[in-house]
């Protein structure tokens, strides 16, 4: 699995998970202040903050394929 | 709608002038620092954006008039379920890292100038590339319809004396004007002032929602109270629609022919890596503030119908105004921010249009054309365009945030050419092409019944049309490429 693949991977879970999924009208009463389902998906947000300004900073190059891709193979048809 | 106190008064009035005047002046300095009569020199600045440009002219562009009226018209209707904003406003730079280490390397060696360069230079086969030109060409300008549309709303609603007209003709003028004195330089330089003062715009309307009407009360108790529908969990298809929505937006985003630009204008990899990095966090402090706006003005000015609530960020400031009269000049610079999150968004739009056009369709039909020649229709195609836009925003009926989705979910069809274009060789120019058709149709096809009042679900499941359309692109794609094996 290349890398860009298992960060699309990765960014697609996160994405997915920043959804409340598991707050249901049942599950989630009304308590004081701000909806817990609200709260979470925050958080799961700074999470996903997080997790993107590491891989920028840690993947950059690999993804550029500067040493490992000859550009001038890009090309297909 | 009620109108109370003015944003727009006298006062309002002479700062928005002396800031246009000021953009105009920024416009000729970017005249001034051409270095060449030359495509590149004038659609990407010479490729010499730095840190604070670069940085500035992306968050510029990618915070539009849509964050302040739009995102907050969505908040006060559908309550704290779209903090999914916050969420797809970062989705779209895990776009960017996703494709642009790779197209920003490969820019610089093969002087890319536009979307469609890296297209034919990927799959060399002409009709996918002016394809992928004239599905950006259609997103933009629904992207500066939008923004016109929003400009005209702000004015009409915030002053007591211009129509929607008269602001929607003086500031398309303006944009055009500038645009075409220095291209990308003068565009990014006035995004700089245009950027700093959306920021700071932000965070003074978010400072003063919260420390002077004690917001945070406002929204855990007064709101409750008002809309306690607010306080229930996402159904079933709230939820799907959720995913689709970050998904459709994010990566929507991210393909902004502009934002592309952008990328191929960075001076270096390490001022895009630093830009982007900081980009990352910019939603909770511009989006996540506007949404406020939306659900404090839902509590304070609640009844306001579907046109009405993509002007609650004037009626807050009204409000504002009323309640505490000494922010009355602080709010001045709220009323730049809007000007400076629509005109630099605009500005960028029509600059790409004006490259997509000129050198994916005009220049290959011209091969003889110098650079000089090439840049002045370029020039000219910007403001035949600038009028034709002026005339749709005053007609057009579509809410603001409704022209954003239909302009995104015809962008993310292009998003596979991109995408696995950038990854993989293995990807044949046919079902690309195949499938981008095919993407696309669906997509217009929903669009249109809808609008023509077809009996259909606007979502379904909860699944924007533009996701089906790229589902059916990438099986398209996927079956292609196995059969060419």
């Known amino acids: 699995m290349t890398l860009a693949l298992k960060l699309f991977i990765s960014v697609l879970v996160l994405i997915a998970i920043t959804v409340p999924w598991f707050y249901t009208a049942e599950a989630s009463p009304v308590d004081e202040g701000l909806p817990n389902w609200f709260i979470y998906s925050l958080f799961m947000t700074v999470i996903f903050s997080l997790f993107l300004f590491y891989a920028i900073g840690r993947f950059w190059d690999q993804l550029s394929g500067e040493n490992t891709m000859d550009s001038d193979s890009d090309k297909k048809d | 709608m009620e109108k109370g106190i003015f944003i727009l008064d006298s006062t309002g009035v002479t700062v928005v002038i002396v800031y246009l005047i000021l953009l105009i002046i920024i416009g000729l300095a970017g005249r001034f620092a051409r270095k060449e009569n030359s495509m590149d020199d004038f659609y990407l600045g ?17 915070y539009s008039g849509n964050t302040l009226f739009g995102f907050s018209g969505s908040a006060y209707r559908n309550g704290f379920w779209f903090l999914l904003s916050v969420t797809f406003m970062m989705a779209v730079i895990a776009g960017y890292l996703l494709y642009a280490p790779r197209l920003y390397y490969l820019s610089r060696h093969k002087r890319y100038l536009t979307t469609s360069d890296f297209i034919q230079d990927r799959y060399n086969f002409r009709p996918l590339s002016i394809l992928v030109s004239l599905i950006g060409i259609v997103a933009l300008c629904n992207f500066i319809l939008s923004n016109l549309k929003a400009i005209g709303l702000f004015v009409e609603s915030g002053s007591a004396n211009i129509s929607m007209a008269q602001g929607v003709i003086t500031f398309a003028f303006i944009v055009v004007l500038y645009e075409t004195l220095g291209g ?35 929204l855990s108790v007064n709101l409750r109270e008002v809309r306690p529908e607010f306080w229930n969990p996402p159904t079933i298809d709230q939820k799907m629609s959720w995913l689709s929505s970050i998904l459709i937006v994010g990566f929507g985003i991210s393909l902004y022919p502009q934002a592309i630009q952008r990328i191929y204008a960075a001076k270096s990899k390490s001022v895009l890596k630093r830009s982007l990095q900081v980009m990352v966090f910019l939603p909770f402090v511009t989006t996540l503030f506007m949404l406020t706006v939306g659900w404090v003005g839902a509590a304070k000015i609640p009844g306001l119908g579907k ?89 057009t009926q579509d809410t603001i945030w409704r022209l954003i989705e239909i302009k995104l979910e015809l962008l993310i069809q292009i998003a596979p050419a991109i995408f696995l274009g950038i990854h993989t060789k293995r990807l ?45 692109n990438l099986v398209i794609i996927g079956m292609g490429s196995l059969l060419k094996k």
């Not at chain 2, 290959?364 to 650079?371: D, F, G, H, I, M």
């Not at chain 2, 044949?428 to 997509?443: D, E, R, S, Y």
């Open chain 2, 307 to 395: 046109e009405a609530s993509d002007t609650i960020t004037v009626q807050m400031l009204n409000y504002i105004i009323t309640e505490v009269p000494q922010m009355q000049v602080l709010l001045i610079v709220f009323v730049a921010a809007v000007f400076a999150a629509i005109m630099s968004t605009v500005d960028s739009s029509l600059l790409s249009i004006s490259s997509s056009i000129t050198k994916d369709i005009y220049a290959p039909l011209r091969p003889n054309s110098s650079q000089a020649e090439l840049t002045l229709f370029g020039k000219l195609i910007s403001w035949l365009l600038m009028a034709a836009m002026t005339v749709l925003a005053l007609i």
């Open chain 2, 46 to 62: 010479g490729r010499n954006l730095g840190i604070i440009v670069l940085l500035l002219t992306l968050y510029a562009t990618q």
């Open chain 2, 184 to 218: 990308m330089r003068s565009v990014a330089w006035t995004d700089v002032l245009q950027g700093l003062v959306l920021f700071v715009g932000c965070l003074l309307i978010f400072g003063v929602i919260i420390f002077q009407l004690d917001g945070l009360h406002v």
């Open chain 2, 428 to 472: 044949c120019a046919g079902p690309v092409f195949a499938g981008l058709i095919v993407g696309t149709a669906i997509t217009l096809f929903y669009v249109i019944a809808i609008k023509l009042g077809a009996d259909i679900p606007d979502r379904p499941f909860g699944i924007h049309a533009g996701l089906w359309g790229l589902i059916v």
